[in-house]
Nanobody
């Protein structure tokens, strides 16, 4: 699938932002989806993932309780609702799609678990 993330921008600390990632392709609902982020000078890190039907989600510890991942298979879109944003959340955010394998639940943090990546969208959180 082809992915395109959007919705980034500048927000003050404590604020909220919702990212969207639209996909082209008929196989959207057969893929697990994830959000990763990459801050300047740092490696890409996992943020959250969601199963094909949306029944299972997982989060990185740094965002758990603040971010919510969801998907709408009818609209071929995955979302990331970000609340209580902190300056350390500043990064380029990427969406990714991959197969739901037997190892996905344990391996979701690996970039190699995903086949397709969208262009990122920049989120800047000011203090």
């Amino acid at each position: 699938v082809q992915l395109q993330a959007f919705g980034g921008g500048l927000v003050q600390a404590g604020g909220s932002l919702r990212l969207s990632c639209a996909a082209l392709g008929r196989a959207f609902s057969s893929h697990v989806l994830a959000w990763f982020r990459q801050a300047p000078g740092k490696e890409r890190e996992p943020v959250a993932t969601i199963s094909r039907r949306g029944g299972t989600t997982r989060y990185a510890g740094s965002v758990s309780g603040r971010f919510i991942i969801s998907r709408d298979n009818g609209k071929n879109t995955v979302y990331l609702q970000m609340n209580s944003l902190k300056p350390e959340d500043t990064a380029v955010y990427y969406c990714a799609a991959g197969p739901q394998t037997a190892d996905w639940y344990a391996d979701w943090t690996r970039t190699t678990a995903y086949d397709d990546w969208g262009r990122g969208t920049l989120v800047t959180v000011s203090s």
